[in-house]
């Protein structure tokens, strides 16, 4: 595959990922954050380098917050589409009218 052709393809994917993915996505790096640095304080409990220990360690405490608030919004917007699809089903349109015929 030429990279001309493999940037288009990865563009187009790109494009077409939902709020869901992305914030799936978000949450996976996180973790692998955290991960990484809770692997690094060790290596520096180790090599006992400590007081670099609690400049990772607030670090990690960041990325576990913003974890916590990519988790939040992966829950809302799940709730959020599993209320628009149960809406569509019962024949009404996002707008609140009712539809003349119903999508199953």
């Known amino acids: 595959?030429?990279?001309k052709d493999f940037y288009s393809r990865w563009k187009k994917g790109m494009l077409e990922l939902t709020p869901k993915q992305?914030?799936?996505g978000k949450m996976?790096?996180?973790i692998g954050g955290i991960l990484g640095l809770l692997?690094?304080?060790g290596v520096l409990l180790y090599q006992?380098?400590?007081y670099f220990v609690v400049f990772i360690l607030f670090m990690a405490w960041l990325q576990w917050i913003e974890f916590v608030g990519a988790r939040q919004k992966y829950k809302q917007i799940s709730k959020?589409?599993?209320f628009v699809e149960d809406k569509k089903i019962e024949g009404v349109d996002e707008s609140g009218k009712e539809q003349t015929?119903?999508?199953l």
């Open 1 to 3: 595959m030429k990279p």
């Open 22 to 24: 992305q914030l799936k």
């Open 28 to 30: 996976v790096g996180h």
């Open 39 to 41: 692997l690094a304080v």
């Open 48 to 50: 006992l380098v400590w």
């Open 80 to 82: 959020l589409m599993e």
């Open 101 to 103: 015929s119903k999508v």
